[in-house]
């Protein structure tokens, strides 16, 4: 079964489940229940450093173990979870397990690396972020642990706002980070007001990069820009040594990919934590991606 299969392997029937009225009806009914029953599970995907493969964060991606379907992607549900009301309750959930996990593997004496979590507009700019964090504070843990990943699509509305919330994450040493980068409309005089740290380079881009002409240029503007602007800068999705080879070509230095781990369950992720660098789901890289 699907549940068997774990990790990324998705249902193969999961595509089918949008759009269609009586599953999503009993998926909002499963979905209220989740929760509590503790369906819902983290996966963490490694970000690594070039040219020398070590481990400096990792982005918790959330998964729903369903009792029947299996492990459910977040495109099936979270989407739900925001029209049926039950977004606050979802982020608040990932906010205090990345806070537990982390907690958990100071105590265990390992050197942890920030996390980052999803967060979308509408629970970025609404009243319940702060008790998200309070739900993470619980945890006690030191500065710097912890980062939000937002979309372009979250500065359309009230950007003074949005400079005010990322200001004041900043201040509390939350960095903010903006996902997906590239495929979404903010100016770049936006961007150089938002006191942002970071940039990821959107898969779109990263996916062609290595062959076509625009994809690279793109990629590669943006990690002009970033240097200009003092942010550092993520290349997601990245799958293959030819992909990489460019990035790291335009110095891009940190990536994010099937090619240097997949997201993992905690058990896998507490393992690359305790090995030394480079991160071993990179090796074999080290040698054979040109310099
Ligand atoms: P994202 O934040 O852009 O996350 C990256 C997505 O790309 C993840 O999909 C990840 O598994 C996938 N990915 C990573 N490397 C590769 C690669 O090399 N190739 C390919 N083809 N894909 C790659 P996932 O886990 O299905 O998440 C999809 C989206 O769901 C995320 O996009 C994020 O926007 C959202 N999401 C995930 N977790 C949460 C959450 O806790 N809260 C909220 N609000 N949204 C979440
Ligand atoms: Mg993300
Ligand atoms: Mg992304
Ligand atoms: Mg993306």
Known sequence: ??????????????????????????LETDLRRAIPAGELVLHFQPKVSLPDYRLVGFEALVRWLHPERGMLPPVTFVNLAEEAGMIGPLTRWVFEAVGRHQREWLDAGLHPVPIAINVSPREFLGDLLEEHLTAYKQF?????????????????DDFDRVCRIVTSLTEAGIKVAMDDFGTGYSSLASLNRLPISTLKIDRAFTKDVDWDRASRAVASAIISLAAELGLDVVAEGVETREQLTVLRALKCRVVQGFLTGRPVPAQEAVELLRHPAPIPTARGLIETVAP
Do not use: C, V, W, Y
């Open 1 to 26: 079964t699907a549940k068997q299969l774990g990790g990324n392997h998705f249902a193969f029937f999961d595509r089918d489940l949008h759009g269609n009225a009586k599953n999503r009806f009993d």
């Open 140 to 156: 006690d843990l030191p500065d710097g642990l912890m980062e939000i990943e937002i979309t372009e699509s979250t500065m359309i």
